[in-house]
């Protein structure tokens, strides 16, 4: 058995959440219970915990006061999970009107041994709308042997009239504290020797829940790790794969470039951009906290070289910078390429610090022009479509870590014109028109335009005489010297070995 389920609370005194553990009491110490409970909250809180112990108080045999004597046939069976008075669903692959039609049916007939018949309906808000209104009629009027606990994640999903019907009791997202005091009594029962800075490390990043505090316990403990705070940073943040505070010298130094690459190489140790976007966030939080004049918690994790407050940022950069990571962090989970949200955020944040492109692009050579800003007029007068050096850039930027090859076959080419779908891209040798016209390679490209123009995006490619001055840089060899003696090849292998 797992220690999550083994260590499960077996009553109202063993809750974690003591809110929640003193709201029960209150409401179960009276001579009427209500007839439906909302329990709301974050995933791994105890919700269900909670709600079987409801159960069992309710159909305890042995009853003390409010304490249930886990003895019993009731309270075995319910901790069992096969107590026949005592239904479980899940609403997640329960959501239809027909599921709830059945449940209203079943409702009807009078409990088999226990006191009182309890629905426990996990993830409520899954149920569609025609079940919603369906299940309401029943909580309106239910039978006096029935009782409701619904139990939720997203509240604000459960339409207001259910809401309004059922008590609500909120099952809050658990300190850090909470959740080392829970692991305290695992370690202690299981007879782990963990430090109380360790407890607290996985604490963390439990990120609130109780059961994923006690699952990270029971892995770290499994590989047989040192189970030291130095150790279990290492184990749980990859943080010998990654240098955070040079990280975050970069970005307030705006090294974009060098930015980027530390993303990449962070990619191919295998370290996870949700995490580290995570860290990143707590500090920006705890920076701008201390320019408030708020002293940071002894929760945060802070590396060597990270003062509270970040001197070199204002409160409006802080301000702004976690802005955009707040979003990043937000569409990683759907990203197909993880990092590239990440990838985004600080190349728009480095955009805004320099206010657009007024700083010299130290890529571009001083004798070298820039590509020229396209400007394509729309059916509305007052609507131009814009791609300028910086835009351009930003394209190269992403592209660049996902495959540098095509972000150098695309610096020895330029766009020439944009229509609000279609990029046209003015390419300089033929061999390489034909790579970036590759369905592979032209995707790419296109996603990261659409990226960038905020809008899908088709890339067209056209062959255009090279300009006066060379603006090619750095085409990787392997790009130009694996097709034989195509003339183009030789060119531009020439070019390059030129500069």
């Known amino acids: 058995m797992t220690l999550y389920l083994k260590y499960r609370p077996k009553n109202l005194d063993e809750l974690d959440l003591k809110s929640v553990s003193e709201s029960l009491k209150k409401i179960l110490s009276q001579k009427e219970i209500p007839h439906a409970f909302l329990f709301s909250g974050p995933k791994g809180t105890g919700k269900t915990s909670a709600a079987r112990i409801v159960a069992k108080v309710i ?3 042995d009853l003390k006061e409010i304490t249930p004597c886990d003895k019993c046939e009731q309270c075995t069976s319910i901790t069992k999970g096969s107590n026949l008075d005592v239904i479980e669903m899940d609403a997640a692959s329960h959501r239809g009107i027909e599921d709830i ?3 209203r049916d079943a409702v009807k007939l ?3 041994s226990g006191k009182k018949k309890i629905y426990i309906i996990d993830e409520a808000h899954m149920l569609t709308t025609e079940a919603s209104n369906a299940l309401l009629k029943t909580l309106e009027e239910p039978p006096k042997h029935v009782i409701f606990i619904l139990a939720t994640t997203n509240p604000e999903k459960l ?4 809401r309004s019907r059922t008590t609500l009791i909120a099952f809050n997202k658990a300190t850090v504290d909470e959740i080392t005091n829970s692991l305290k009594r695992v370690a202690k029962a299981e007879k782990i020797e963990i430090t109380d800075d360790g407890l607290k490390i996985i604490a963390k990043v439990a990120d609130g829940a109780f059961r994923d505090g006690i699952k990270i316990l029971e892995q770290v403990t499994s590989e047989n790790l040192n189970l030291n ?3 279990l940073e290492e184990y749980l943040f990859h943080s010998k794969d990654y240098d955070l505070v040079k990280f975050i010298n970069l970005v307030i130094d705006k090294e974009i470039k060098k930015a980027l690459t530390e993303i990449e190489n962070m990619m191919q140790k295998g370290v996870e951009i949700e995490n580290f976007c995570k860290l990143f966030m707590s500090y920006l939080q705890k920076s701008l906290l201390a320019k408030n004049g708020i002293a940071s918690g002894p929760e945060g994790l802070r590396p060597g070289g990270v003062t509270d407050e970040m001197p070199n ?3 409006d950069d802080l301000i702004k910078l976690s ?6 962090y937000s569409q990683i989970p759907e990203s197909p390429i993880e990092s590239l949200p990440l990838e985004i955020a600080i190349i728009k944040w480095v955009g805004e610090k320099e206010g657009g492109s007024d700083k010299e692009d130290p890529e571009i050579k001083k004798d070298e022009p820039a590509p020229a800003e396209l400007k394509v007029e729309t059916s509305n007068p007052n609507d131009m479509l814009l791609i300028n050096n910086e835009t351009w850039k930003n394209i190269l930027a992403l592209v660049k870590p996902v495959n540098a090859s095509v972000e150098a076959l695309l610096r020895s080419s330029k766009p020439i014109s944009y229509d609000g779908k279609s990029l046209t891209l003015g390419v300089f040798y033929k061999f390489h028109k034909e790579r970036l016209e590759n369905a592979q390679y032209r995707k790419l490209v296109e996603d990261m335009a659409e990226k960038v123009l905020h809008s899908p995006t088709r890339v067209c490619c056209t062959l255009v005489d090279l300009p006066p001055k060379k603006i090619i840089e750095e085409v990787k060899v392997e790009t130009v010297l694996t097709e034989g003696k195509d003339p183009d090849i030789i060119k531009a292998a020439e070019e390059i070995f030129s500069n």
């Open 59 to 61: 159909n305890c045999m």
């Open 101 to 103: 039609r059945i449940l």
């Open 110 to 112: 009078a409990p088999v």
């Open 159 to 162: 339409i207001d009239t259910i």
């Open 229 to 231: 705070q130095k150790s």
């Open 313 to 315: 940022l204002s409160q």
């Open 323 to 328: 802005e955009l990571l707040n979003v990043a």
